[in-house]
């Protein structure tokens, strides 16, 4: 078992930035992909942000509309994923999500692992 827990979310105004964070405990030496997604009101949830990989080779993506403005990051050693979001607009907004891929023993592939969400709300 795999136990994500997001934090840093807030409300921001347009223009700022927020550090999200998202820490695994559990097995969490079995996660391998992790990413970043969110949902805002009334739209389906969306990929933010990838990291594929485990270490130098790792490889991220981003979905356009957040390139050159947000970063993800992971510290293996301390079992965290974090998502630097700078000039933070109202479209922003919405409750942000870690996924991890974990490896399930006897199980062919990963399944993927969800942490309860954190809010992020952006004020024009």
């Known amino acids: 078992q795999v136990q994500l827990v997001e934090s840093g979310g807030g409300l921001v105004q347009a223009g700022g930035s927020l550090r999200l964070s998202c820490v695994a405990s559990g097995s969490a030496d079995r996660i391998e992909d992790m990413g970043w997604y969110r949902q805002a009101p009334g739209k389906q949830s969306e990929l933010v942000a990838e990291y594929i990989g485990l270490s130098t080779t790792a490889v991220t993506n981003y979905v356009d509309s957040v390139k050159g403005r947000f970063t993800i990051s992971r510290d293996n050693a301390k079992n965290a994923m974090f998502l630097e979001m700078n000039r933070l607009g109202t479209e922003d907004t919405g409750v942000y999500y870690c996924?991890?891929?974990?490896?399930?023993?006897?199980?062919?592939?990963?399944?993927?692992?969800w942490g309860q969400g954190t809010q992020v709300t952006v004020s024009s």
């Open positions: 996924k991890a891929e974990v490896r399930v023993p006897g199980y062919t592939g990963t399944l993927p692992y």
